[in-house]
């Protein structure tokens, strides 16, 4: 994987920003945020997962120039593989559920690939793909696992571990005035693809540092699943804005490596996120609702009093060094105006 990124000098790496007032405001000794709104020219860090896995199957051969690869995706997955699949000479087709916002379909379109609209939420996406693969020859390139298919989510795992390389200077940088590290990192979690990505890295390389997943209330599979200590699927509605986040089950690839080397599962409330695309937006980086989800976590933990004992149990005080993934950058406006402008 280092090999790969090292060797294409146009894809640059991403910033670390740090937030020192905010770090202020919250008590902690340091705060930065992994920025990866404008990640090879997108807005969200899909783009690692899908270039790399997609140009690793063209250097074996299972993959080939004029192919059709398909996924299922809730915006930003789908366009990453769009793109990664067009410089690839493939066409893509993208399987989105019914009540995806616009923008984000727009978005993929815009990228080459054909949005297929299903009824019912990503999962049921996920579903509808695998059988219409399977009839029509089409390679999938999903960052969710099942049974018998697990080698590309596999690769896309590994592509998003580039992120905390270029954070902990891997690539022969650091993130300035961090020349200690982090002693804590906030991710999203969603289906759990980033997830294992980050505690992954983590566990070989900075196994002191803490993993604390995020996700939507409403969408809290990770959660959920780490408490029964197997995979299970949410129920109720999905009606989150954390539009990235909206899904009912949790990748089984993924989710083996994370009860070990993820320290809390959180689940917050809309509006935690909404909280934190306001900070990022006074730090400079104007991100999406699920990108500010890791943020909203660590915003939740300092202000709500109901969960200072979490934050003593996290040790999240003035000794503490946080790292956030900022996963996405603005994929709905209408949304992020919104947030924005109030608050």
């Not at 146009?10 to 990866?36: S, Y």
Request: aromatic share 6%; proline share 4%.
């Amino acid at each position: 994987m280092r090999a790969f990124f090292t060797s294409k000098a146009e894809l640059a790496q991403t910033p670390t920003r740090a937030a020192t007032g905010l770090a202020r405001d919250l008590g902690l000794a340091g705060l930065a945020a992994k920025d990866e709104s404008g990640r090879f020219g997108l807005n969200a860090f899909k783009l690692l997962g899908a270039r790399f896995a997609i140009e690793t199957l063209l250097a074996e051969g299972s993959l080939r120039p004029g192919d059709t690869v398909a996924c299922a995706s809730e915006g930003n997955h789908g366009r990453a593989v769009a793109r990664a699949a067009r410089s690839a000479g493939c066409s893509a087709l993208v399987y989105m559920a019914h009540d995806a916002a616009p923008a984000r379909a727009h978005a993929i379109a815009g990228e080459g690939a054909r949005v297929i609209r299903v009824e019912g939420s990503y999962d049921d996406a996920v579903r509808i793909l695998q059988v219409d693969a399977v009839a029509n020859g089409w390679t999938i390139v999903s960052d969710t696992a099942w049974p018998g298919y697990e080698r590309i989510p596999f690769l896309i795992m590994l592509g998003y571990t580039r992120m905390l390389d270029e954070v902990q200077g891997f690539n022969g940088s650091g993130v300035q005035g961090f020349s200690q590290g982090f002693s804590h990192v906030f991710v999203q979690g969603g289906v759990g693809g980033l997830l294992c990505a980050v505690a992954s890295w983590c566990a070989f390389h900075r196994p002191q540092w803490k993993v604390i997943s995020v996700g939507p209330t409403q969408a809290a599979c990770p959660q959920a699943s780490a408490r029964a200590g197997h995979p299970v699927t949410v129920e109720g509605p999905l009606q989150t804005a954390l539009a990235g986040l909206r899904n009912r089950e949790v990748s089984p690839l993924a989710f083996e490596s994370l009860l070990p080397n993820v320290d809390a599962f959180m689940a917050i409330d809309d509006e935690w996120a909404f909280d934190a695309m306001r900070a990022l937006d006074a730090n400079g980086i104007k991100a999406g609702a699920s990108g500010s989800a890791a943020l909203g976590g660590l915003l939740a933990l300092c202000r709500d009093g109901s969960m200072q004992h979490l934050r003593r149990d996290l040790r999240l005080d003035d000794r503490a060094s946080v790292l956030v993934i900022v996963s996405e950058g603005v994929t709905d406006p209408d949304l992020w105006a919104s947030v924005t402008a109030t608050g």
